[in-house]
């Protein structure tokens, strides 16, 4: 069985027992979590919600919180001979799948 979530304004493809990582969740390490907005469950017979899977929710516990690769960008102006460079690194949550209710 899988699941279609939403979850920080993405959308994620989730089965039982895999790690997925998404955007920030509060929560510390170890904490169970329900992921709510369940778009579609598929299996055997599968439910398509509009736009919600009514009763469906997906429930998961927080395996680490860190922060993503980062990522360099650099402005560049011939010009006025201006240049700045600058990084972020994206805060995410990683979690593990353990029931998946619908």
């Known amino acids: 069985m899988y699941a279609v979530i939403r979850a920080g304004g993405k959308q ?3 089965q039982e027992k895999e790690t997925v990582v998404l955007e920030r969740h509060d929560g ?3 904490d169970e979590i329900t992921l709510g907005e369940v778009l579609l ?3 055997d017979e599968p439910k398509i919600g ?3 899977v009514d009763g469906a ?3 998961a516990t927080i395996v680490k ?3 993503g690769k980062k990522i360099h960008g650099f402005t560049y102006v011939k010009v006025k001979n201006e240049q700045r460079h600058y ?3 994206q805060h995410e949550t990683h979690v593990r799948i353990e029931k998946i209710e619908a």
Request: no cysteine; aromatic share 4%.
């Open 87 to 89: 990084g972020h690194r």
């Open 41 to 43: 469950v598929g299996g």
């Open 65 to 67: 919180q860190g922060k």
């Open 12 to 14: 994620y493809r989730v």
């Open 57 to 59: 929710k997906v429930t």
């Open 50 to 52: 509009s736009p919600l």
């Open 28 to 30: 510390e390490v170890g």
